[in-house]
């Protein structure tokens, strides 16, 4: 592919002016087929005769910058012999803030694109167009463009086409087939109110907070603006607020032609609940505008329902920051200045999310950028695709969790989808992982002295700090000793040998449990249950009941400890505890912040006290899926919906739900690719009935009774 295509710029072309390519076919003869090959060096929107090729925004993705994906489009239906080609370019996520706010590579880093059109003439005969210097550019009526700030528009503005020049000193950057999910328009969202908040704003609620964008349309005169800015919340007076935004500005400016205008973005997207009408040439109507839901086009298979509509507020909580932050990339947030592949809370909800949704192809090309970012000691840095930023490759920043992802993340895309290929493809990177954190530890067997992220914003954390007050060496020894025995199953899956592996977790083990004793918080009490380091589970699972039940049914965990919390009390006989936190309505629960009118999951459990001030401006996202994590506890252990390891994929089923008074019903259903497993329990009569469909063998667990059963559907 391109094999003569060369990659073309602007001459003088700067970070934030979008660049317009064209090119006029020309074509002599009568096309019967016509295949576009394209790519670029930051996003590309192409258009043939004005029309848009292809649905895939904001392509081509985002990915390691040692390789950027190209994408292949039928264009035959669109072309005639006087079609011209045109292609908007911007920063993306190539040269944007997103880089850490600075402009990486300087002026002499350009926006560039490549393409090849492929045509065979209806004569038999074919013919190729490459870029080269014979395409035409101009800067684009996208006069400004950022992920982070938004895009500026001028419908009006004419820029005279100079000739495109060949990019002389292009990054060294591997052109690749396309390998993710292409991201999608996916639903549109109507205004559900527009209103005067109390300080004069006029504002929009679309009801959701969301990631994408909004298309507008409008009567003006030649030169009217329209103005918008974004935010998600409201301060507690119901006023805008996007604080919580930091430095990205994400706003949205359009200068509009004369007579009727409509336009939506087309390089740039947004994370928004609310919209403030800055400026707009009438008065804002319903009909004026909508908001266009983007992701990555992931297939939904998970489902879950309850008698409980604050929880069922919850599981679309959960739903709808999986949306949010599966664009191209798993991102932490969709609206400040980060929306980065931050690998920790991608390795915490990934389990989740691969029943929420079929993320198996999301995953893979992720995992590829992770593999190609791997540092040559084995480093995981923490956010992947790796954006410039401060040097984070020394041991003293390890990371544990945050790197973890090399290993958690096949192996879960293995368990859900029997996808032994991919094992296949990051087993590499997943030894070096192991060997990066063996070779850097200050004490063997632990994984100890380095900088770590901790119990990330667990809610015991000491005064002005992020990082709750789990022991660190702790925490990242667990994580190495769970990453290891992966590295070994995996191995073993692979038929590779596999005892170096298996006695190095062995060793792992032993040390741990020799050196931490005692456990002194719910998530080492959690770490310590469910990853088997406890030699007396009874008394660590009654002393973490007996922390909750202190608190008043209240957690104080963070990124780390929460997604095992509710799993290592139900296994170890504290189902009720784990519900308790479920359908905990009060600070600091999940149901507090559905309480607190949320729409997706927060970063914080203290995002927004209950008289409605914020927590701080510093970090305080309202789209943070980490903490949706508890939907897999909902699937395996409430539903009872298990993954058997030798047989995965769901290729069979482990079924062995833990019903509750505290709910009339709930069920939870998962789309794989053997059929639909679904299990659902109800009080029925003064007992508890259980409806169970399996597509596949099934070992079903009722009441501590096992039952054998081949597939169909089943009644307890
Ligand atoms: C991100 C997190 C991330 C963390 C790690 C934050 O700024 O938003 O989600 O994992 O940094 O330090």
Redesign the pocket.
């Given at each position: 592919m391109f094999e003569n295509a060369k990659w073309i710029i602007h001459q003088d072309n700067k970070q934030y002016e979008a660049v317009s390519f064209k090119k006029e076919l020309n074509l002599s003869k009568k096309v019967k087929k016509a295949t576009l090959y394209i790519t670029s060096l930051g996003v590309y929107c192409a258009e043939i005769d004005g029309v848009r090729v292809g649905d895939f925004i904001l392509a081509p993705g985002f990915t390691s910058r040692k390789r950027v994906q190209y994408q292949t489009y039928d264009i035959t239906k669109m072309i005639d012999t006087g079609s011209t080609i045109s292609v908007s370019v911007g920063d993306g996520w190539y040269k944007g803030k997103i880089n850490f706010g600075t402009d990486e590579g300087g002026p002499e880093k350009k926006k560039a694109l490549m393409a090849e059109i492929r045509i065979l003439y209806t004569d038999g005969t074919k013919d190729v167009i490459v870029t080269d210097e014979s395409w035409l550019v101009k800067k684009d009526k996208i006069r400004y463009v950022d992920l982070y700030d938004g895009e500026k528009v001028d419908a009006n503005y004419e820029d005279a086409y100079v000739n495109a020049s060949i990019y002389g000193n292009p990054p060294s950057v591997k052109v690749v087939k396309q390998e993710g999910v292409y991201v999608k328009e996916q639903e549109t969202l109507r205004p559900l109110r527009i209103f005067k908040s109390p300080n004069g704003d006029t504002l929009i609620d679309f009801g959701q907070n969301m990631t994408g964008y909004f298309e507008i349309n409008v009567d003006a005169k030649i030169g009217d603006r329209v103005a918008l800015s974004v935010c998600e919340e409201l301060d507690k007076y119901g006023n805008f607020y996007n604080e919580n935004y930091r430095d990205a500005k994400a706003e949205f400016e359009y200068i509009c032609h004369e007579g009727h205008n409509v336009y939506k973005p087309r390089l740039a997207f947004w994370g928004f609940r609310y919209m403030r009408v800055d400026e707009f040439p009438t008065e804002i109507k319903a009909d004026n505008i909508k908001a266009i839901v983007l992701h990555s086009d992931i297939k939904r298979t998970g489902y879950l329902d309850s008698s409980s509509p604050l929880l069922n507020q919850l599981f679309s909580n959960i739903i709808w920051g999986q949306k949010g932050n599966f664009l191209d990339v798993p991102t932490?947030?969709p609206q400040?200045d980060?929306r980065?592949g931050?690998?920790?809370?991608a390795t915490v909800f990934c389990r989740t999310a691969t029943y929420n949704y079929d993320v198996n192809q999301f995953f893979t090309k992720w995992l590829s950028d992770l593999a190609l970012d791997q540092e040559k000691n084995g480093h995981i840095p923490?956010i992947i695709p790796q954006t410039i930023c401060w040097d984070w490759s020394v041991a003293e920043h390890s990371?544990a969790v945050?790197g973890d992802a090399s290993t958690i993340i096949p192996y879960q895309l293995y368990l859900t989808y029997g996808n032994k290929e991919i094992l296949k493809r990051q087993y590499t990177s997943m030894c070096r992982y192991i060997k990066y954190i063996t070779e850097h530890t200050k004490e063997k067997y632990l994984w100890s002295g380095c900088e770590q992220?901790g119990d990330?914003l667990g809610l015991d954390a000491p005064e002005g700090s992020?990082r709750g007050s789990s022991n660190e060496d702790f925490i990242a020894s667990v994580f190495y000793a769970h990453s290891t025995s992966l590295v070994a199953k995996t191995g073993k899956i692979l038929g590779r040998r596999v005892d170096k592996y298996e006695k190095l977790y062995e060793k792992i083990l032993a040390k741990i449990r020799k050196t931490f004793k005692e456990y002194k918080t719910q998530t080492e009490c959690a770490l310590a249950l469910y990853f088997n380091i406890a030699e007396d589970k009874k008394a660590v699972a009654a002393q973490l009941d007996a922390m909750i039940k202190e608190n008043g049914n209240r957690l104080k965990t963070g990124?780390v400890g929460t997604p095992y919390l509710l799993h290592a009390l139900s296994q170890n006989g504290y189902a009720e505890t784990a519900y308790n936190l479920l359908l905990q309505e009060s600070f600091p629960s999940w149901l507090y912040s559905v309480k607190q009118g949320a729409t997706t999951i927060w970063?914080h459990w203290d995002g927004k006290n209950e008289k409605g001030e914020f927590w701080s401006k510093a970090?305080n996202?309202f789209n943070?899926y980490?903490y949706g994590s508890v939907a897999d506890w909902v699937y395996m252990e409430a539903c009872g919906i298990h993954t058997v390891e030798d047989k995965p994929g769901f290729e069979e089923v482990l079924i062995s739900p833990h019903p509750t008074n505290k709910l009339d019903h709930l069920s939870a259903r998962i789309d794989t690719k053997y059929g639909t497993i679904s299990s659902k329990w109800y009080h029925f009569e003064g007992k508890v009935r259980y409806e169970i469909i399996t597509p596949v063998p099934a070992t079903i667990i009722i009441d501590g009774k096992e039952h054998r059963v081949s597939k169909g559907t089943y009644v307890f």
């Open positions: 932490d947030c400040r980060e980065q931050w690998t920790g809370d923490h990371g945050w992220f990330w992020y990124f970063e970090m996202s943070h980490a």
